[in-house]
């Protein structure tokens, strides 16, 4: 975890190497997750209450298994860089993310106990065991490229809510949500994954297997979209 001074310091540029070639070849998926009516919601402070906590659940349960894939994401290196770099990510899941998330969800009437106790909602479900079985049967830059649409993802819909003028923060439920994740510590984050994500391309040969890394990509970032449906109904929300 970087210090508050390398924070304030550390921008994520969404454009750099091989994460941002990724970001812009994956077109629509990309949009349709950073752009989905569930984050517009977010941002003008009228998603539905019961909503917003089916998905908070189901986020919960989520952090869990994204938690172990950096666990794997560890196993599966070659260096004591990358190890570290899983780590970094690992810790500000565990120490960071999930307690402010437990923490947050007790704002909105939800216990640990009732988070740990949910059933697991199969869009949750489909997307866990994608990235976990990219890692499992791929390398580490498998792993890492099925996992990227979430850590860096959030970090820009944070950004472009912020920037947007129909997003109201005074009075909107959900700012401290969106405040979260523009945060200097998770931007922060952020910036050292996109780089670190992109030497680690160079060592593992994405150049020659890029065909195969953006269908996982893609992937991915429609299973976000598919995730954020997990607190939206599309019926319901005229």
């Not at 952090?63 to 780590?87: F, G, H, M, P």
């Not at 670190?196 to 150049?207: H, S």
């Not at 992937?219 to 599309?234: D, H, N, P, R, T």
Request: charge should be negative; aromatic fraction near 12%.
């Amino acid at each position: 975890m970087a210090s508050d001074n390398a924070s304030n310091l550390m921008v994520p540029d969404y454009e750099y190497g091989l994460f941002g070639r990724l970001r812009r070849d994956a077109g629509a998926a990309w949009a349709s997750y950073i752009d989905h009516p569930f984050v517009r919601a977010l941002g003008r402070g009228t998603l539905p209450k019961a909503w917003f906590q089916n998905f908070l659940i189901q986020d919960y349960l989520y952090l869990v298994q994204y938690a172990r894939a950096y666990a794997l994401a560890a196993y599966k290196s070659e260096t004591l860089d990358d190890i570290r770099a899983a780590n970094r990510t690992m810790t500000a899941l565990l120490d960071v993310e999930m307690p402010l998330h437990v923490s947050y969800c007790r704002e909105w009437g939800l216990s640990q106990a009732e988070l740990e106790g949910a059933p697991p909602d199969l869009r949750m479900m489909a997307y866990a065991n994608f990235f976990l079985e990219r890692g499992a049967s791929g390398d580490r830059l498998d792993l890492e490229i099925a996992l990227a649409p979430c850590l860096v993802g959030y970090a820009e819909i944070a950004e472009r809510l912020l920037a947007d003028p129909s997003t109201v923060l005074e009075g909107n439920p959900y700012e401290p949500w969106i405040r979260s994740y523009s945060g200097a510590a998770y931007r922060a984050t952020v910036a050292e994954a996109i780089i670190d994500l992109d030497a680690l391309g160079r060592r593992r040969g994405a150049e020659a297997r890029y065909a195969s890394l953006i269908e996982t990509f893609r992937m991915a970032s429609l299973l976000e979209a598919q995730f954020w449906g997990i607190g939206w109904k599309e019926e319901a929300a005229g």
